[in-house]
């Protein structure tokens, strides 16, 4: 790629994206964005971020910073996309690395474990997933266990079949430890292509193997997607990538999912989009899997162990 593709930007441009509203970006977007005395609130995921002008503060890791942070951050944007995002720009362009953009932590999978005997019995025994399902998701390398923390990993790739993506679950019975691993492009967060038209969308990886527990019946014919957030960013990828004629939105029971279900339902209607809201019973889909409120199937053990499935994958 030669040096002519690549458009510089100035100072001037850097300084302008940094000094973007947020609030109001937000609020263009549909996001919706509460006033709180001289700041503005915005729910990441149930987790409060303060908004100031163009300055942020997330609550619940303590860390913060300016609108180009933000976008990098909340966005999956890299330095020079997230000012080109900022100033009204595509992101598509193609534009040359700054100095800035050095520091910035490649994405790069956790360490595999050598088992997945901890992972296994979080997700089937104490969250209930079914064996044949998570098996599925194993065999292709899209859930596996961690081996420094022991961390259930859930991994999205791209339509080339790289890994942009992966989301990370305390496997402890106690643990409430959730989170994406640096650099993770939310554009293809979890998800599974399927060739029916219809794709699912959920929030977290374990939401969305417990609907497909649930729901056993040819489901591999239709399509997935956790965002691992309440964003539509992979949404609207995976309908990009896929041809998707109808779109079930299956986010969480609570204030912020209900209000991010009619967010995306207002984009969709707009595109013309056909969709239905599916809404668990109780908080979530696994709070219904688990509480005995879907109709799930029980199956006998499967022929092949963990520990043979383990040895096949190289774990």
Known sequence: MSKSNYVRLSKEEIDRAKRTDLASLLMSMGETVKRSGSEHEWSDNGRKVTLRGCVWFHQYDMTGGDAIDFAQRFFGKTFPEAVVFLNGGSSAQLIQSLPSEKGKKPFALPPKNDTMRRVFGYLCSSRG???????????????????????????????????RHAHKRGSFSQSSFKGNVDSS????????????GSLYLFEAPIDMLSFISMHKDNWQQHSYAAAC????????????????????????NDDAGQSANRRIADKLREQGVEFEILVPQMKDWNED????CGAVQLEPEPEESEEELCQALSF
């Open 229 to 252: 957030s309440i964003s539509d960013t992979v949404l609207f990828q995976c309908m990009k990538d896929s041809n998707i004629d109808k779109v079930y939105l299956c986010l969480d």
């Open 129 to 163: 997933i079914d064996r044949d399902v998570l098996h599925t998701f194993v065999r292709r390398n899209m859930v596996y266990e961690s081996a420094d923390y022991h961390n259930a990993v859930f991994v999205g790739y791209d339509k080339g079949g790289i890994a």
């Open 185 to 196: 492009n939310p554009a293809f967060s979890f998800h599974w292509n399927g060739t029916s």
């Open 289 to 292: 899997l688990t509480s005995g």
